[in-house]
């Protein structure tokens, strides 16, 4: 959003009478404009308000009328009526933006959604219905109208506070939706606000509502917490409301459970310290961090945690599976964990080190040794702690120097055992290649075409 061409900035006022110049890209509004030019009510709301209220740059920009959805195709030909809520998806420049028509809600019996949902008529009524007042917030006007700031629930002076609150009754909010209270803890990670205390409150007697919500909905607000500059802010509030303990018994019960990392912490301390130590720009990394101690509450015994990483594969599989996450995903973050209690030493040899890169693939190397450099952070060590660096550096080496981890850096193939040896298609092929990469990451230097083939000719002899 960026690069979006803004016009002259409009000015209201902020709590301390002050101007706050409010930027709106030209192309929403064109998109205002085109909805008043055939005379109808058109605001910005939502989240976007909110963003550039706090000097943020909106992810995007969302637009509320009293047109209806085929009035809306109408209006902007090609448009897309996405679902039977009344949002129209309009693409301008490649950019799509989302206009939806007022609404009313009814009455919720899923913890999930509206029974059906009522078109309303006013913006008041349409803002009534949202979750936060930092949201309950719109820019615009009626027709004939000049824009203006429309704020029924007090949202600019909790954006002020840096504040989090319901819209009315917080738990009427979280009873018709459930995602809610997830959506005020991510929120108050990414925004870095408080959470009020009724609202707080309202979130811990309700916490148990989450398990009514798909694992998809759970796992898009925990990426979305995971992707904030401090993760912690929102999982210290997953754990102390409850929240946490309706998704991941094995995380929540790392509270309390102490280890020898830092005086005074529990594991739990050290898993959101590890989290915010890892790379924002790594999912993976972030979310494998999340987990990378879950297996250590079950196999506690007199401080120790033999065997946690093993554990904890197949504990983090089991959570990330119920979430819905992408099967790859799930066995990325698995191989970190089993792998992430590795011990590295300077006497190891290069071919140590090349069959490490070659048991966990180049772009898991790397993540590896991330979330290593953030479990050090978590435990209060230096990032580079155990020699982490020196092994960077090694590993930095091999492959600058294209070593072979794998069939497909070997000089021969296939085609090659099969039409020099007679070989044919099967096991004893995989096997005889598998062990010439064996022969080469031993010795580099015996990655030759000749040499090969003569080792694959004496491994087929033994094997006859």
């Known amino acids: 959003m960026a690069g979006l061409p803004l016009p002259g900035p409009q000015l209201i006022t902020n709590e301390a009478g002050g101007p706050i110049a409010l930027r709106i890209p030209s192309p929403v509004q064109a998109i205002l404009e085109v909805l008043r030019d055939d005379g109808r009510a058109a605001y910005v709301v939502g989240g976007s308000l909110r963003d550039i209220l706090i000097g ?28 039977t809520f009344g949002t129209v998806a309009v693409h301008r420049d490649g950019v799509q933006y989302e206009i939806t028509t007022f609404r009313r809600d009814h009455a919720y019996a899923d913890f999930r959604r509206p029974h059906r949902v009522e078109f309303g008529t006013t913006i008041e009524e349409d803002l009534a219905r949202r979750d936060f007042t930092v949201n309950a917030l719109a820019w615009g006007a009626v027709p004939g109208a000049a824009d203006t700031l429309i704020d029924p629930f007090g949202g600019r002076a909790d954006l002020e506070r840096r504040r989090l609150r319901a819209v009315g009754d917080a738990s009427d909010r979280f009873g018709e939706d459930a995602l809610r209270m997830f959506r005020a803890v991510r929120l108050a990670a990414q925004l870095e ?11 811990t007697r309700q916490a148990e509502l989450v ?11 925990l990426q979305k917490l995971l992707g904030a500059e401090r993760p912690s802010i929102g999982l210290r509030l997953l754990e102390a409301t ?9 995380l929540a019960d790392q509270r309390g459970l102490v280890q020898s990392k830092i005086t005074g912490e529990d594991l739990w301390d050290h898993t959101v310290r590890t989290v915010d130590a890892a790379p924002r720009d790594s999912p993976v990394v972030r979310l494998a961090a999340l987990v990378h101690d879950i297996g250590k509450p079950a ?24 979430l819905h996450v992408s099967r790859p995903v799930i066995e990325r973050v698995g191989l970190l964990v089993r792998n992430h209690m590795f011990s590295y030493e300077p ?9 490490m890169i070659a048991r966990l693939g180049a772009p898991a190397i790397s993540e590896l040794l991330a979330l290593r450099a953030a479990d050090n952070l978590g435990s209060g060590l230096p990032a580079d702690a155990n020699g982490l660096d020196e092994l960077r550096d090694r590993i930095a080496e091999q492959l600058q120097a294209k070593a072979v981890l794998d069939r497909s850096g070997l000089v021969v193939d296939g085609d090659d055992l099969i039409r020099e040896l007679g070989l044919a298609e099967g096991p004893i092929l995989g096997s005889i290649l598998d062990r010439l990469v064996e022969v080469v990451l031993n010795d580099p230097a ?19």
């Open 56 to 83: 943020r740059t909106p992810a995007d920009w969302d637009l509320a009328t009293d047109a209806r959805p085929e009035v809306l195709q109408t209006l902007f030909p090609g448009a897309l009526y996405q679902n």
């Open 193 to 203: 606000f408080t959470i009020a205390p009724p609202t707080l409150a309202a979130i």
């Open 211 to 221: 398990r009514h919500l798909s694992g998809e909905r759970v796992a898009s607000e």
């Open 242 to 250: 409850g929240l946490l303990r309706q998704i991941s018994a094995e």
């Open 299 to 322: 196999t506690s015994s007199d401080g120790h945690f033999i065997g946690h990483d093993v554990v904890g594969g197949e504990l983090s599989a089991g959570l990330l599976g119920r």
């Open 347 to 355: 006497a190891w040899s290069d071919t140590a080190v090349r069959r």
């Open 446 to 464: 015996q990655n030759d075409r000749p040499a090969l083939l003569l080792r694959a000719q004496a491994m087929l002899a033994e094997d006859r």
